[in-house]
Structure formats: structure tokens, C-alpha cells
């Protein structure tokens, strides 16, 4: 199985049109069940795209990657959220308050947002005997 616009590609060649490797935000949805009804899931996940996609027209030159998910594994007061590698967590996403949450995201502020509830950055690994942050 393959999506159409992906047949007769190698994996390296989808993953090129899709700009993996090129953005620095990944942010998941997720649709519920348990945390939302999937119903408002769904709703916040399409401003998602919508607003990333506005954001971000060129797939090519996306600063942000989005993916929606079946569970993150708070199960309530959803929908849950997070975005990497910054590892801020979003709680109550909805479709009224999602393109806020990207365009913060985008805009690369550091203070928290305020349905922000935890955060758990992530670093690069280390190479060689150093981090990224030194290279
Ligand atoms: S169902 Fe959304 S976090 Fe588990």
C-alpha cells in the first residue's frame, strides 16, 4: 500500500518531498478517544494542518511537521499535544485555539503558553565525544 502521490518513490525520496530533515518542529495531536471526543480531535487536527500549511506553504521549506496520533498517553483534558524538539506539552487543543498554539510554536518564543503543562526538551546526541549545541 502506498498513497498515490507516493508510488514508484524510494522512502528517501518521499521523506525528501515531505522536508524531513529540514524542519525543527514535530507536533502531535492526538484525536482521542479516551482524552476528547475524537470529534473535537479531528476539528482541532484540521487547523492544524490548515494553519501549518498556511504558515509553511513549500513542504520543502517547512519549519513545522504535523501528525495527528491515537493516543499520547495523558488520557484526559484533551486534546493532548506536543511538539519536539522543545517537548512542550499542550492540554485543551481545540479548534478555536490551535492556530494560536502553531503560530507560537513557529514564532520560536521560549516563554511558556498558556496551555502549556509540562515540558521535557529534547537534546541532540551526542557525536563523537560531542553535543550538537558545540559543533
Ligand atoms: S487518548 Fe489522547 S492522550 Fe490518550
Redo the contacts with the bound molecule.
Keep these: 500500500m502506498a498513497k498515490e502521490e507516493h508510488k514508484g518513490k524510494t522512502l528517501p525520496q518521499i521523506a525528501g518531498i515531505l522536508g524531513i530533515g529540514k524542519f525543527d518542529t514535530h507536533f502531535f495531536i ?7 471526543d475524537p470529534e473535537a ?1 479531528l476539528a482541532a487536527w484540521q487547523v492544524v494542518k490548515r494553519t501549518v500549511k498556511a504558515l509553511n506553504p513549500n513542504l520543502k521549506t517547512s519549519r513545522i511537521y504535523r501528525t495527528k ?8 483534558s ?3 499535544a506536543v511538539a519536539y524538539p522543545q517537548g512542550k506539552w499542550f492540554h485543551h487543543v481545540t479548534e478555536d485555539n490551535a492556530e494560536d498554539i502553531v503560530k507560537y510554536l513557529q514564532s520560536g518564543e521560549i516563554g511558556p503558553h498558556p496551555l502549556e503543562f509540562t515540558e521535557h526538551p529534547l537534546t541532540a546526541p551526542e557525536k563523537d565525544g560531542a553535543k550538537a549545541s558545540d559543533r
Excluded at 492526538?30 to 476528547?36: F, K, L, M, N, V
Aim: hydrophobic share 20%; aromatic share 0%.
Design positions: 492526538c484525536t482521542g478517544p479516551d482524552c476528547c480531535g496520533v491515537g493516543c499520547l498517553r495523558i488520557c484526559q484533551g486534546p493532548i
